[in-house]
């Protein structure tokens, strides 16, 4: 058990929807990253937080959102979803903003029909 | 951008022999770090590397880091079933911004 959480587990839903994913970091890290792997593929960094603030983005869709509350836990937003966004989405949290491992969460994995 | 290459893709062993993935770049890497993804499962750390020509080891696995900073290399002894999974190495882009930028991994297989 990493100590990352991650709700839900499993989300099936259709085209053209949105749904909202949630991590709650390790108690004490400040940052949360956010990962997409594709089948066998590897992990496509999304966008990182910071005690709140966003401080890296990688290669996200502007459909795709995210934000870090007062509490440290973020959300991942995806909208207007495409058959190709299904996938399994990770978060990871770490204590600092730059260095240090990565605790990953189980992730959800997101079925669009 | 920065780009983190690994060979190989797949390597299929037999139980006992020995097993290294290896990763590159074009440019020279900030620090090394190693994960280990078990089917269905999610990545897991193993190790940071931060040093050029560093060595550590972790019981049968050793971790390198080229003289350059350029290249790593993890290497498996004698694998076992349990050694299943894929290997993805990583390095943050950027220096200041905190992309960790991963490989996409070396799957490795064990037939017992």
């Known amino acids: 058990d990493s100590g990352v959480t991650q709700t839900p587990k499993h989300l099936i839903t259709a085209t053209g929807q949105r749904v909202t994913l949630r991590c709650s970091p390790r108690s004490g890290d400040l940052s949360v990253y956010w990962y997409q792997q594709s089948l066998d593929q590897g992990l496509q960094f999304l966008i990182q937080?910071?005690?709140?603030?966003?401080?890296a983005k990688g290669n996200i869709l502007e459909r795709f959102s995210a934000q870090q509350f007062p509490d440290l836990h973020s959300e991942l937003n995806l909208s207007s979803l495409e058959l190709g966004d299904s996938a399994l989405y990770f978060c990871?949290?770490?204590?600092?903003?730059?260095?240090?491992?990565?605790?990953f969460g189980e992730g959800s994995r997101l079925t669009v029909l | 951008g920065q780009q983190v290459m690994q060979i190989p893709q797949y390597q299929h062993v037999q139980e006992g022999e020995d097993f290294t993935t290896y990763c590159n770049s074009s440019t020279t890497l900030s620090n090394i770090q190693w994960y280990k993804q078990r089917p269905g499962g999610h990545p897991v750390f193993l190790i940071q590397?931060?040093?050029?020509?560093e060595v550590k080891k972790q019981k049968r696995l050793t971790f390198q880091f080229g003289e350059a900073k350029k290249n790593s290399s993890l290497h498996i002894t004698a694998t076992q079933t349990t050694d299943v999974g894929t290997y993805f190495c990583a390095d943050y882009y950027g220096g200041s911004q905190g992309n960790l930028i991963f490989g996409k991994g070396t799957k490795l297989s064990v037939k017992p």
């Open positions: 990871a949290s770490s204590v600092r903003g730059l260095g240090g491992e990565l605790f």
């Open positions: 937080y910071y005690n709140g603030e966003e401080r």
């Open positions: 590397l931060v040093k050029s020509g």
